[in-house]
């Protein structure tokens, strides 16, 4: 198969990694792309690591069945729990996600850096190292969302219980000086406006999804995976698959709207 016919898969526990997805796209816009929410396993962070890791590699394989090039595992926790194994089996790019602690720390003038995550996340070995290595010149300052992910997953974006569970997250942050805030979770760029709301301007709010996109390219490059201008055009238009595993008619019109325009996704049988 041409490269130009081979997709791109990326996959979260929901539908957190279309913030992933749409950085993809901004920079890749030629690839074909396949997105898979595993939403009826949703949020993997309050799942066992053995039933996490069963359904990362279940997904992986049906990327590489659809004769994917690259593998992006747009949550954190999944990169944390399967992503190691995915490298092992799997000749592809496999991309993982994890906090943007270490452009955080480098970026904030006060050396206080606050980072929002699932607890999953905090509680696994990969972020903890994470701090180790580049936590050392900041105060490092880690903050649990329990019920966040839930909450964006039922499409309350702009809510009062999203706005209340936020404020309960952030203020103590903002009280203990934090200028720089990374955004640990690929569901938490949906709820941004309300996050930068209530942290104001003077608090630097990153999203990791950029970074990730940018080390995908990088990674397809050095593969010789990676669409150029000069490669031959497609007959048609790059195309995005949708895909989840939940009810797809309860699924899309969160989908879409988080997308930005129609989704239309498959179900997803295993």
């Given at each position: 198969?041409?490269v130009?016919e081979?997709a791109?898969?990326?996959?979260?526990?929901?539908?957190?990694?279309?913030?992933?997805l749409a950085?993809i796209?901004?920079?890749?816009?030629d690839?074909?792309?396949?997105?898979v929410?595993?939403?009826?396993f949703?949020?993997?962070?309050?799942?066992s690591?053995?039933?996490v890791?069963?359904?990362?590699?279940?997904?992986a394989?049906f990327?590489v069945?659809q004769?994917?090039?690259?593998i992006?595992?747009?949550?954190?926790?999944?990169t944390?729990v399967?992503?190691?194994?995915?490298?092992?089996k799997?000749d592809?790019?496999?991309?993982?996600?994890e906090?943007?602690?270490k452009?955080?720390?480098?970026?904030?003038?006060a050396?206080?850096?606050?980072?929002?995550?699932t607890?999953?996340?905090?509680a696994?070995?990969?972020?903890?190292?994470?701090g180790?290595?580049?936590g050392a010149?900041?105060?490092?300052i880690?903050q649990?969302?329990?019920?966040?992910?839930?909450?964006i997953?039922?499409g309350?974006?702009?809510?009062?219980?999203t706005?209340?569970?936020l404020?309960?997250y952030?203020d103590?942050?903002?009280?203990?000086?934090?200028?720089?805030?990374?955004?640990g979770?690929?569901?938490?760029p949906?709820?941004?406006?309300?996050?930068?709301?209530?942290?104001?301007?003077d608090?630097?709010?990153?999203d990791?999804?950029?970074?990730?996109?940018r080390?995908?390219?990088?990674?397809?490059?050095?593969?010789?995976l990676?669409?150029l201008?000069?490669?031959?055009k497609?007959?048609?238009?790059?195309?995005?698959?949708?895909?989840?595993?939940g009810?797809?008619?309860?699924a899309?019109?969160?989908m879409?709207?988080?997308w930005?325009?129609?989704?239309?996704?498959?179900?997803l049988?295993?």
């Amino acid at each position: 198969m041409k490269v130009e016919e081979r997709a791109i898969g990326v996959f979260d526990s929901g539908v957190g990694g279309l913030s992933v997805l749409a950085h993809i796209h901004a920079l890749l816009p030629d690839e074909r792309l396949i997105y898979v929410a595993d939403s009826a396993f949703m949020p993997y962070g309050c799942k066992s690591d053995e039933l996490v890791e069963e359904r990362c590699m279940s997904i992986a394989a049906f990327f590489v069945e659809q004769s994917c090039k690259a593998i992006v595992v747009a949550c954190n926790t999944a990169t944390a729990v399967a992503v190691d194994r995915i490298r092992q089996k799997y000749d592809v790019p496999v991309i993982g996600m994890e906090p943007a602690v270490k452009p955080a720390v480098s970026h904030s003038l006060a050396g206080v850096v606050g980072v929002l995550a699932t607890s999953a996340t905090v509680a696994s070995d990969k972020f903890k190292q994470l701090g180790l290595r580049h936590g050392a010149d900041a105060r490092l300052i880690v903050q649990a969302c329990p019920g966040l992910v839930e909450q964006i997953e039922q499409g309350d974006l702009d809510g009062d219980q999203t706005r209340m569970l936020l404020h309960s997250y952030l203020d103590p942050l903002i009280e203990k000086g934090v200028d720089t805030l990374v955004l640990g979770c690929t569901h938490y760029p949906f709820v941004s406006h309300m996050i930068r709301e209530i942290v104001g301007e003077d608090i630097t709010v990153i999203d990791t999804g950029d970074a990730i996109a940018r080390e995908l390219r990088r990674q397809l490059l050095m593969s010789e995976l990676l669409l150029l201008a000069n490669d031959e055009k497609q007959d048609k238009p790059a195309s995005i698959v949708f895909w989840s595993s939940g009810d797809v008619d309860k699924a899309e019109p969160l989908m879409s709207r988080l997308w930005g325009k129609a989704t239309v996704p498959k179900q997803l049988l295993f």
